[in-house]
């Protein structure tokens, strides 16, 4: 888990800087670095969605995993999640706009920081050979988005690192239990997945085009690789 350990740190250390700095930031200056955050994202969406080997099994992961996303309220989860952090922070409950921008913090930060190939090979990579190079790259990553993200959206962000102990650490512990499980094919498209729900949230929570409830997709992590594992298991493959 040394890597994940890593991630938590510069999460951290970047919100409390954003925090502190925030306020010599121009708003415009703010704003364009969470643009460029948001097209750096979307692109990297684009590239891991490329990956696929078969478009219509991500499609299918992400629809099914949305339709349960809604029906289990992940989004509205997420946000639960976020006030009953955030009541701990902000003791003012008549300070509105502070709340909001609380779960807004929390709920982007550990969206971006916590979807994505790096995260789960990354953590993947770290459990089974105490390799975390990769993981030491996204926690660079992390910590640049962190100032950004924490100078807009303010304190929430931090508490993203507790979605990013809990998520990579578990792949981490896990992983053993993973490699028997997962071939290339079911990483390959669930990186796929996870590259369009990346470009999900550059467009709503980033670039805010549109207001899309990312969090809903977050089964679909789940489903694209079990549809792999079926298809591999009764058609021979992809």
């Known amino acids: 888990m040394t890597g994940t350990i890593i991630n938590v740190v510069t999460i951290l250390a970047g919100s409390l800087l954003g925090v502190l700095i ?4 121009s ?8 643009s460029g955050l948001g097209l750096f994202t979307l692109g990297y969406g684009i590239i891991s969605f490329l990956e696929s080997q078969n478009s219509l099994i991500p499609l299918g992961g992400l ?4 339709m349960l996303g809604e029906w289990w309220r992940v989004e509205e989860g997420l946000e639960k999640l976020g006030v009953t952090l955030r009541n701990f922070v902000i003791k003012d409950q008549r300070d509105k706009l502070a709340h909001k921008k609380f779960v807004e913090g929390f709920v982007t930060a550990s ?3 916590v ?3 790096m995260a789960i090979l990354g953590s993947i990579q770290d459990g089974l050979s105490g390799d975390f190079e990769l993981l030491t790259i996204k926690a660079i990553l992390d910590g640049f988005a962190s100032i950004a993200f924490a100078s807009t959206l303010g304190i929430g962000v931090a508490f993203s690192a507790l979605s990013i102990l809990i998520y990579q650490g578990a792949i981490s512990l896990l992983s053993n239990f993973f490699s028997h499980f997962f071939s290339t094919a079911m990483m390959t498209e669930m990186t796929a997945v996870g590259g369009l729900i990346l470009m999900a949230i550059a467009l709503s ?3 805010e085009i549109r207001k899309i409830r990312t969090g809903s997709f977050l089964p679909a992590l789940i489903i694209t690789p079990l549809i792999v594992y079926i298809i591999e298991q009764f058609f021979g493959g992809l």
């Open 205 to 207: 929570s980033l670039l």
């Open 27 to 34: 708003k415009r200056l703010r704003q364009t670095i969470v």
């Open 22 to 25: 925030g306020g010599r930031l």
């Open 115 to 117: 979807i994505g190939p």
């Open 111 to 113: 969206l971006v920081f």
């Open 63 to 66: 629809l099914i995993g949305a």
